[in-house]
């Protein structure tokens, strides 16, 4: 697959990347859950998760190994890793195979539980914390299903370390290594599936560029912004991309089903 875009999407999914490497570099994670909602009301999800695979895979690299101390951080946690390749693989087959809308839908889906995180907080978690490796596993799997599917798979991870009371550093990392293993196994589903090409990987250069570029300034200002406000910012532009997606897809589907 050789990504041909027109100028203005090629400006827009230059500006998304910036964006999504400046929220990544302030709060450790969230290059994916910017970049494919936004990239995905432009394009379709498999264009979209393409042209950002190098960046998504490095900008977590970069994350993971930021925070230090990387035995004593991942070392009761790397497991959970392990079981997002299952699901990562499961989830790709849906990337190949699925139609677009309902695709689209899914991520919807997928960031409206992300935004009822505090909600979910709230309810009792205790038998994850009474069974933690079965609890992770199941994280594991369903956080890879997501991430080689819709390339977000922050809703069952949040919950799952949330639920263990980790720190921010061992979380920050451990779902960055989560999320770079789906990745692999979802880059690797897509190239033995034609769908990816080294020419849609040279174009993705420099847009890494760009990400680390926007990383670094990210954090540059990570002291300096007020957190709150910036959280709610981030609420309102996630709420309009899933509200969005929903109805786009939703639309599409209802038209579909009505010719």
């Not at 922050?154 to 061992?170: C, D, H, K, M, N």
């Not at 040279?202 to 990210?218: C, D, H, I, N, Q």
Request: proline letters at 3%; aromatic letters at 8%; a positive charge.
């Amino acid at each position: 697959m050789s990504v041909e875009l027109s100028l203005q999407l090629w400006a827009a999914v230059f500006s998304v990347v910036a964006l999504a490497g400046l929220l990544q570099g302030a709060i450790g994670f969230g290059f994916p859950v910017i970049a494919t909602p936004m990239l995905a009301m432009l394009m379709d999800i498999r264009t979209a998760i393409v042209v950002t695979v190098v960046p998504n895979i490095v900008t977590g690299v970069i994350a993971i190994l930021r925070g230090g101390q990387l035995r004593s951080n991942l070392g009761r946690h790397w497991k959970v890793a392990l079981w997002t390749l299952p699901g990562a693989l499961l989830g790709t087959k849906l990337l190949i195979f699925a139609s677009q809308d309902w695709l689209k839908l899914f991520l919807a889906i997928a960031l409206f539980v992300y935004l009822r995180q505090e909600a979910l907080n709230r309810v009792d978690w205790s038998a994850v914390r009474a069974h933690p490796d079965r609890s992770g596993a199941v994280a594991g799997f369903v956080g890879g299903l997501l991430s080689g599917s819709v390339n977000v798979a922050l809703p069952p991870l949040l919950i799952y370390f949330s639920a263990l009371g980790l720190s921010t550093v061992v979380m920050t990392q451990v779902m960055n290594l989560c999320f770079v293993t789906a990745r692999m196994v979802q880059t690797t589903g897509l190239a033995l599936a034609g769908a990816l090409d080294g020419a849609a990987i040279l174009v993705s250069l420099p847009l890494t560029a760009l990400a680390l570029l926007m990383m670094w300034l990210g954090w540059r200002i990570q002291d300096r912004i007020d957190a709150l406000t910036y959280k709610k910012v981030l609420k309102l532009f996630l709420w309009a991309m899933a509200i969005g997606l929903a109805l786009q897809s939703g639309w599409n589907l209802l038209a579909d089903r009505m010719s």
